[in-house]
């Protein structure tokens, strides 16, 4: 960990092959016994140093073989291309889990669990979300096709709000949880149908959630 300070303010999507409750959240292991797992983020406010990091987006398709402490997993990590190239170094650094504490945040704990990490790609995020709507897309030409909506109960057909609230978590304080579609391409392939999907604002820096 070098001495680089960063913050990031910012609203995530995220959606994974478990069942809409996500053990992983309650220290369980994942419901299929693997983790695949998208997501975007859009930054509001952030820096990386001196480096404004203000209305930036960046995503990454994961796959591991196994619960993420097991490790062997893969990833590949993709930036804004509206981003300059100081711009870019620091997000790759962020999202790396570099000039990060171990254990303070998901970039630093889910990179350490690589055991193989594609070149970074360069390209236009399509990325939107409403955290209480409980609604995202996510696309990326080539690699990223995903969806978030609301879980609906199965009865009435009513959509159906919960969240949790993690105490001393390392990615968000509190996120609404929903359902989402992911199609990822590319070097790391896969479907994910109806599954568990969060919807969280992020306040994340070198140390944890602020």
Not at 38 to 43: R, Y
Not at 66 to 89: S, T, Y
Not at 98 to 119: E, R, V, W
Not at 183 to 205: N, R, V, W
């Amino acid at each position: 960990m070098t001495e680089t300070k960063w913050t990031l303010q910012g609203r995530e999507f995220a959606n994974c092959n478990c069942s809409y409750g996500c053990p992983c959240q309650f220290n369980g292991l994942p419901t299929n016994g693997n983790c695949w797992a998208v997501f975007g983020i859009e930054i509001d406010r952030g820096h990386h140093g001196a480096i404004r990091l203000d209305g930036l987006r960046m995503a990454a398709i994961f796959k591991y073989p196994g619960p993420i402490h097991k490790g062997n997993g893969e990833a590949l990590r993709i930036v804004d291309k509206r981003a300059n190239e100081a711009q870019r170094r620091a997000l790759l650094r962020i999202m790396s889990g570099q000039d990060t504490k171990p254990g303070a945040t998901m970039f630093q704990i889910f990179a350490s669990m690589l055991s193989k990490t594609y070149d970074p790609v360069y390209a236009d995020i399509d990325f939107a979300v409403d955290i209480d709507q409980r609604r995202a897309h996510l696309k990326v030409a080539g690699y990223i096709d995903q969806r978030g909506e609301p879980i609906l109960n199965p009865v009435s057909g009513k959509e159906h709000r919960i969240r949790i609230e993690p105490v001393g978590g390392f990615e968000f304080k509190k996120a609404e949880i929903g359902r989402g579609w992911t199609k990822a391409m590319g070097p790391i392939s896969y479907e994910l149908a109806d599954t568990y999907g969060q919807f969280a604002h992020l306040h994340l820096c070198q140390d944890g959630i602020v």
